[in-house]
């Protein structure tokens, strides 16, 4: 072989070891870019994840309020229909007294 093909043939092998070299860091640095977005996307549904949490927990802080609320009114109207009763036997008893 003769100095010239033997660095044709040296070239052609160089540049294509350099493109496979090259393809291969260029998808790399794909992958890695990709890794980003995804770890971006990760850390984003996580912080919106803590902000529903602690919405939910709120709302369930309300709705224990509101259930004590609606169990004190249950309460008070229980206590309304016992004074109307004691109120009704007063009436009677101070009308036989004659007050």
């Not at 971006?40 to 996580?46: A, E, G, H, P, R």
């Not at 802080?61 to 009704?88: C, I, R």
């Amino acid at each position: 072989m003769d100095p010239a093909t033997i660095v044709g043939l040296s070239s052609a092998i160089g540049g294509a070891l350099i493109g496979a070299i090259g393809g291969r860091i260029n998808a790399l640095q794909g992958l890695a870019a990709i890794n980003q977005l995804l770890q971006s996307t990760i850390d984003n549904l996580q912080t919106e994840k803590t902000a529903k949490d602690a919405a939910i927990q709120r709302l369930e802080n309300k709705v224990e309020s509101l259930e004590g609320l609606v169990t004190q009114k249950a309460e008070v109207a229980q206590l309304h229909v016992k004074v109307d009763a004691l109120t009704g036997r007063v009436e009677a008893i101070a009308t036989k007294v004659g007050a």
